[in-house]
């Protein structure tokens, strides 16, 4: 119980902690593009419900830590509510301070930074991701070295440039995961490298093993309490020399619980019982339904080498994973909607604060990066047209800009009603399926 207890205390501070972080980055948006457009904060709230600390600044701006940790707000001049929904009179003589007062453009701006904010937080962090890990050389060259298991034979040394593997050439590190799945497996092979400006023969392990990279959040392996680097050796009794066997004894599998001997570093051979859950991946025509435990690999048994990443090109890779994980998330809600993949792919609170706790158990580089994502995957859900979220402000300001006029206050009332009905319903649906999908 003391370990169950500290465990769900971990989560639940881990949880806190991202969500504090990504919806303080959501509502600073709203609140610097709103005063530099000339529209007044009142309250910065950090949470909800009774106020625990607070200080007014220079602005007239009281900045707030509620008791509820679970989320945040911004409310400006003539708000109704945190939710700026509705309004209240305002003195006409400060009417352009207010949200529902200033310009259509200053509203369009200050409701949208929230987004966008979340999009540059994660921008940024995937590119000084980037810099401070650097990105793998051109051609393919052994960088630090990982521990083996034993028996595991290598004669490979960080520096080496590989140049082919049993004869088969290796230009990139795309060939290298090619002749991989080409090798049958055998105890060592050929690695053919340039060392020291010679070129040389010697032995090493296969170029692919199955060495566990990842471990996803709220799996079956993460369950079991696999973690990246370990070595799956065997499944039900079979031998595993590639990380392609392991999916396929998986796969064989159908569902059944699987055994696996799985080797760490330090604590030598142990076995897990793992069951397997069918998950729907996307493919070139659509998806497809895959019994899965819940690891990545593609791995070796050593890093390989890096470059210096510039900020320009950190910044590209950054631009694109964010737009990766936008792009998925549209993906998935209109499989979801279109009944191409099952709706239990929608997770709720639970099972976010589960794969939080997860990343952060993982390692603080594991944990940054899991906020990373969960702030691009709020940024992206906010954009959407339903009224009391962003887009559906957004969605009015549009409305407004093509038709002249406002809509009128009963339309906005009955609208933002049904929108958190909607969003409630959604996040109830949500929390079932944390509860029931497995």
């Not at 990380?243 to 159908?254: C, G, K, N, Q, S």
């Amino acid at each position: 119980m003391i370990g169950q207890i500290a465990n769900l205390g971990w989560t639940i501070g881990a949880f806190v902690l991202a969500l504090s972080i990504i919806v303080t980055v959501h509502e600073y948006g709203h609140y610097i593009i709103g005063r530099l457009s000339g529209i007044k904060a009142e309250v910065f709230s950090l949470g909800f419900g009774p106020r625990l600390i607070s200080r007014r600044d220079r602005h007239g701006t009281l900045w707030q830590v509620a008791a509820i940790p679970l989320g945040g707000y911004v409310r400006f001049l003539g708000d109704a509510n945190a939710a700026s929904a509705g309004s209240v009179p305002v003195d006409p003589a400060r009417a352009r301070q207010s949200l529902t007062g200033a310009p259509l453009w200053a509203r369009f701006a200050t409701v949208a930074a929230g987004p966008i904010f979340n999009f540059i937080l994660s921008i940024l962090v995937f590119a000084g991701m980037a810099i401070w890990q650097g990105m793998p050389t051109a051609e393919p060259q052994v960088g630090r070295l990982h521990p083996t298991p034993p028996g595991v034979v290598s004669g490979l040394q960080p520096g080496d440039g590989i140049l082919a593997v049993q004869g088969q050439p290796v230009a990139d590190w795309p060939a290298l995961a090619r002749v991989a799945a080409d090798l049958p497996p055998a105890p060592a092979y050929d690695w053919t490298v340039r060392r020291a400006g010679a070129q040389i023969t010697v032995p090493g392990p296969s170029p692919m093993p199955a060495l566990i990279t990842g471990v996803a959040p709220r799996s079956a392996a993460a369950a079991a309490g696999l973690k990246a680097g370990d070595v799956v050796l065997a499944v039900d009794g079979d031998a595993v020399a590639r990380f392609d066997d392991l999916r396929d004894l998986v796969t064989r599998a159908d569902g059944k619980p699987v055994l696996l001997r799985v080797w760490r570093e330090g604590q030598g051979e142990a076995d897990y019982t793992l069951v397997p859950r069918q998950q729907d991946l996307p493919t070139a025509t659509g998806y497809e339904k895959r019994w899965m435990i819940g690891v990545t690999g593609g791995g070796t048994y050593f890093d390989p080498a890096t470059r210096p990443t510039g900020p320009v090109e950190a910044l590209g890779l950054g631009v694109g994973r964010t737009w990766d994980i936008i792009a998925s998330s549209v993906s998935g809600l209109w499989a979801m909607a279109s009944g191409q993949i099952g709706s239990c792919n929608l997770g709720g609170a639970i099972s976010i604060a589960e794969s939080t706790g997860q990343a952060a158990a993982a390692g603080g580089s594991d944990f940054i990066w899991w906020i990373a994502v969960l702030s691009a995957a709020i940024g992206f859900l906010n954009l959407l047209p339903v009224p009391v979220l962003d887009g559906g402000h957004l969605m009015f300001y549009v409305y407004e800009a093509v038709a002249g006029r406002r809509p009128s206050d009963r339309v906005l009332e009955v609208l933002s009603a049904l929108g958190m009905a909607l969003v409630l319903a959604l996040m109830i649906f949500g929390l079932t399926n944390d509860l029931f999908c497995r």
